[in-house]
């Protein structure tokens, strides 16, 4: 079992940055594929990253977000810079045993979410 808590959510200016953190209980962190994703109001839960192996971004995203993560900390990061007004939803880490794609369907723990609100 594995508990996730996202932190670092927040209202910010267009062209501004963020860097949400996701910590993870357990011992065995290391092990597992980790994702964030985002949902906006009306919308579908969204791939943004994932991490495990090799790193993944959706198109939407690339280039202007960073995910990371430090094994010893237990902790999973999403560097999000040069934010846009489209980028405000709720995001949600998330960790897979066995997976590690873009699939929110095939992660098995889910954080609470955190809002990140992107102003014009």
């Known amino acids: 079992q594995v508990q996730l808590v996202e932190s670092g959510g927040g209202l910010v200016q267009a062209g501004g940055s963020l860097r949400l953190s996701c910590a993870a209980s357990?011992?065995?962190?290391?092990?597992?594929?980790m994702g964030w994703f985002r949902q906006a109001p009306g919308n579908e839960r969204e791939f943004v990253a994932a991490i495990g192996g090799i790193t993944r971004y959706a198109d939407s995203v690339k280039g202007r977000f960073t995910i990371s993560r430090d094994n010893a900390k237990n902790t999973v990061y999403l560097q999000m810079n040069s934010l846009k007004p489209e980028d405000t939803a709720v995001y949600y880490c998330?960790?897979?045993?066995?997976?590690?794609?873009?699939?929110?369907?095939?992660?098995?723990?889910w954080g609470q979410g955190t809002q990140v609100t992107v102003s014009s």
């Open positions: 357990g011992r065995t962190f290391s092990r597992y594929g």
């Open positions: 998330a960790a897979a045993t066995y997976y590690r794609g873009t699939n929110y369907s095939e992660y098995n723990y």
